[in-house]
């Protein structure tokens, strides 16, 4: 079944460390984007990707880096320089001018 | 800068009522607006408008836009518990392909 898919679902980290999640997508989508979701704020982009090897900033890049070497695939590393990662993080993919999907998300914690 | 305000934030209602979620938007270029719900994980797709004065309409949900007040409801008649979640509303502008989300209005049906 075509889908996004991300990974992991839960993930701890230690403060200081980097962390990569993953995101998939067979849609053939070209646009792929990185959310962040905090209580009471809604959704906040951080990266998107309208194309294989481009991505560019969104609102609360900072701390966070990309990349998109394959179009099926846009993984996020949330650094050791975010100072607050603590938050679910939602991938999304749509076609140019289309209707954006979301995966199931990924819930970030600091230990 | 791009802004989305949706009211009320928080809701509860007795299963059987009917709800009116409000959107309003700032923006430049303006593209399209969308709902979508979220309950645990991912938002799922509602609607989308670009017209206004247009409902659309799916079963016991229905949308509309007017876009000289800038604005967007959301309705739900005859609420049922499965209606409880995050409603949230987003607008796309035009050319920059990434959406812009509002803070989410949670509602919450009691039996």
């Known amino acids: 079944d075509g889908g996004i898919t991300q990974s992991p679902k839960y993930l701890f980290r230690k403060e200081g460390q980097n962390v990569t999640l993953s995101c998939e997508q067979n849609?053939?989508?070209?646009?792929m984007y990185w959310y962040r979701q905090d209580p009471g704020q809604g959704l906040r982009l951080i990266y998107y990707?309208?194309?294989?090897?481009?991505?560019q900033k969104g609102d609360i890049a900072e701390g966070y880096s990309v990349s998109r070497e394959k179009k099926e695939s846009f993984p996020l590393t949330v650094t050791s320089a975010q100072k607050n990662p603590t938050a679910f993080y939602l991938c999304?993919?749509?076609?140019?001018?289309?209707?954006?999907?979301f995966g199931e998300g990924s819930w970030l914690t600091v230990v | 800068e791009d802004k989305v305000v949706q009211s009320p934030l928080s809701l509860v209602v007795h299963e059987g009522d009917t709800v009116t979620l409000n959107c309003s938007y700032e923006?430049?270029?303006?593209?399209?607006l969308l709902w979508y719900k979220q309950e645990k994980k991912a938002p799922t797709f509602l609607f989308m408008l670009?017209?206004?004065?247009i409902e659309k309409k799916s079963g016991r949900l229905s949308s509309i836009l007017d876009k000289k007040e800038l604005s967007s409801i959301l309705n739900i008649t005859a609420t049922q518990t499965g209606d409880s979640a995050i409603y949230l509303c987003?607008?796309?502008?035009?050319?920059?392909?990434?959406?812009?989300f509002g803070q989410g209005t949670r509602l919450t049906i009691n039996p």
């Open positions: 990707s309208q194309i294989v090897n481009d991505f």
């Open positions: 999304a993919s749509s076609i140019w001018g289309n209707t954006i999907y």
């Open positions: 923006v430049t270029n303006f593209r399209s």
């Open positions: 670009t017209s206004s004065g």
């Open positions: 987003a607008v796309e502008n035009q050319g920059a392909q990434k959406l812009v």
């Open positions: 849609l053939n989508h070209d646009a």
